[in-house]
């Protein structure tokens, strides 16, 4: 039988019978897969310790002819032991997880496995503010359903300007000139950050950036809520 080898990041693990499990993965170039993995609840299950949660593994399985494949080999490559130190940062990781499994079909493009990946290895260092990663990475699920919001001209066409204020046109996804708007430029900055390929770490440095996310908090949630399924 044919044996294809992967990296994989585990989204879903399902008890089945007495000893096995049930993973569902997203992989590079396989989409998401359904593996069985036999025996791996036993003690001594040489699967077991290759199939942690927040890790990238590296396995081998064999396709099945219906939905679920056979997991043969599972070797941890990277472990982001820190996440799981922080219960904040643990319970993001989960919320991440249910996004991605949520917001993507059975064969995912490559960049939603390297979403998922840079995410957890943003929450595995400490000092980024897990707001920060939070709203990055809706940001960057929105994006890459390629429904990002107009970031460089307004509702009228003109291109935003420094010295401008602005509010936002939820449903026309752009923002419209307000002599009282709620948004500077350097909101605007923040987002265009966010809403690019930038990672969190990159984001983290940006002057008063504390302050400017809880501003866009409510913006960001509301686009999160009409673009994403949660």
């Known amino acids: 039988m044919k044996q294809i080898q992967t990296p994989v990041i585990i989204l879903s693990r399902t008890d089945f019978g007495e000893a096995d499990r049930i993973l569902t993965v997203i992989t590079p170039e396989q989409g998401k897969l359904r593996l069985m993995a036999r025996g ?13 949660l927040f890790s ?25 032991g820190k996440i799981v130190q922080d219960i904040d940062r643990t319970m ?5 997880i249910k996004l991605l499994a949520k917001n993507t079909e059975d064969e995912p493009e490559t960049d939603y496995f390297t979403l998922l ?6 929450l595995n260092e400490l000092s980024i503010p897990v707001d920060i990663i939070r709203l990055w990475f809706q940001a960057q699920l929105v994006r890459l359903a390629g429904h990002s919001p107009n970031l460089q001209s307004d509702a009228a ?18 923002f419209v000139a307000a002599e009282d708007g709620r948004f500077s430029a350097n909101h605007i900055k923040v987002l265009r950050l966010l809403f690019s390929g930038s990672q969190p770490q990159v984001v983290a440095q940006v ?21 994403l399924r949660s």
């Open 117 to 122: 990946h840079l995410g957890f290895a943003a």
């Open 40 to 52: 791996v609840r036993r003690v001594k299950s040489k699967l077991a310790g290759g199939i942690e």
């Open 92 to 96: 993001l990781g989960y919320e991440l």
């Open 157 to 174: 066409g003109e291109r935003l300007q420094i010295d401008q204020t602005y509010n936002f046109d939820i449903d026309a996804m752009t």
């Open 207 to 227: 002057q008063s950036i504390s302050t400017m996310l809880n501003e866009l908090l409510p913006l960001l949630r509301t686009i999160s809520q009409t673009q």
């Open 56 to 80: 990238v593994s590296n396995v081998t399985y064999i396709p099945g002819r219906g939905e679920i494949s056979t997991l043969v080999s599972a070797r941890l490559d990277t472990h982001y």
